[in-house]
């Protein structure tokens, strides 16, 4: 597939080459679980490594290779209850321990 896109010659576009918004482009949908890395790699042409280096290039990390949902709200509700004295201070002698003393 090939795609065309009009962008002016005006900053920040005219620093940008077409082999940057390419790569920017595959690490963006592999970013968002488009593509896997194996596929993002084949575009790109490029090893594991070379890959993993250029994510951090556009802010992504290797490590978000596995998607989380996240934990819902109120899964301990009602559970357990907060003490009124929750953030009261601590005793000195706590805080001592904190502080080495």
Request: proline share 7%; charged share 30%; with cysteine.
């Amino acid at each position: 597939m090939e795609l065309t896109v009009a962008l002016p010659d005006s900053q920040p576009f005219a620093d940008m080459n077409e082999n940057y918004l390419r790569e920017l482009l595959i690490a963006t949908l592999y970013n968002l679980g488009k593509l896997s890395e194996k596929e993002a790699r084949e575009v790109l042409g490029m090893s594991r490594r070379e890959f993993e280096e250029l994510l951090p290039k556009f802010g992504f990390s290797i490590l978000n290779d596995e998607r989380q949902e996240l934990r819902p709200y109120g899964l301990c509700a009602g559970e357990f209850t907060v003490p009124e004295d929750f953030d009261a201070p601590l005793p000195k002698n706590t805080l001592s321990d904190f502080d080495g003393r």
